[in-house]
């Protein structure tokens, strides 16, 4: 079944190049973060519908767990680090990040796999194509990556309730919105592995589209609003 990446990849797309739009005009890192972590779920995604349409090849399944399952987490953690953070700091984070996205795309594009768990009709299981080592990278990426998004909302959100401002409210939840989405999305991905075939895919496709909503709703409200005329 491919129709379901399929979507989630357009819908995914579809909001990152929106975000991709608001960088352009409002140059916040925060936002380039988040739109590249969006795409990097589209990816994910076109690389699942791929696999499910013309069958999985070892360069599609590496792009699809390497943005899929390995980095496209830690970049949404790295917009909530700009977002909360002294920008001294979230410089320091991406340029670690960036090595380490470095580090893990030998990793994952070096590896070697476990052909006969290619042959499906749908998203192959990490642990039938890959070693323990690259499935453990990926664990301390999406791990990390998920206790920093919702950490710092959930911080933020205590923090700034407690203001009296509108704008702190905003961002309050605007940061709960995003930890949300991701929540819903690491479950989805989570009983993905554990489903087969079409019900895999749907659980995924259904997961993605769901969170990435939810988290682009987070995303919307952390602009400012607009002046009235």
Do not use: H
């Not at 953690?77 to 030998?106: H, M």
């Not at 309730?161 to 930890?179: D, F, T, V």
């Amino acid at each position: 079944m491919w129709v379901f990446p399929l979507a989630a990849a357009i819908v995914s797309g579809y909001f990152a190049w929106l975000l991709g739009v608001q960088f352009s005009t409002r140059r916040r890192p925060n936002v380039l973060a988040w739109s590249i972590a969006l795409g990097m779920f589209s990816l994910a995604s076109a690389a699942a519908a791929f696999g499910g349409l013309f069958g999985w090849s070892p360069p599609t399944f590496r792009t699809y767990y390497l943005f899929g399952a390995v980095l496209n987490v830690p970049a949404l953690a790295l917009g909530t680090v700009y977002l909360l953070a002294p920008r001294r700091v979230a410089n320091a984070t991406a340029l670690l990040l960036i090595v380490a996205s470095c580090a893990a795309a030998l990793v994952v594009f070096n590896a070697d796999l476990m052909t006969a768990g290619l042959d499906t009709e749908g998203i192959p299981r990490g642990s039938e194509v890959l070693s323990e080592d690259v499935r453990l990278l990926s664990r301390y990426f999406s791990i990390t990556g998920f206790l920093v998004v919702v950490g710092g909302a959930l911080w933020s959100a205590a923090r700034l309730a407690r203001g009296r401002q509108p704008n702190l409210k905003r961002l309050a939840s605007a940061n709960l919105l995003i930890a949300l989405g991701t929540t819903v999305v690491a479950i989805a991905s989570e009983m993905a592995r554990i489903a087969t075939g079409s019900v895999e895919d749907l659980v995924f496709a259904a997961g993605l589209f769901i969170g990435v909503s939810v988290m682009f709703a987070g995303f919307l409200k952390t602009r400012p609003p607009q002046a009235a005329p």
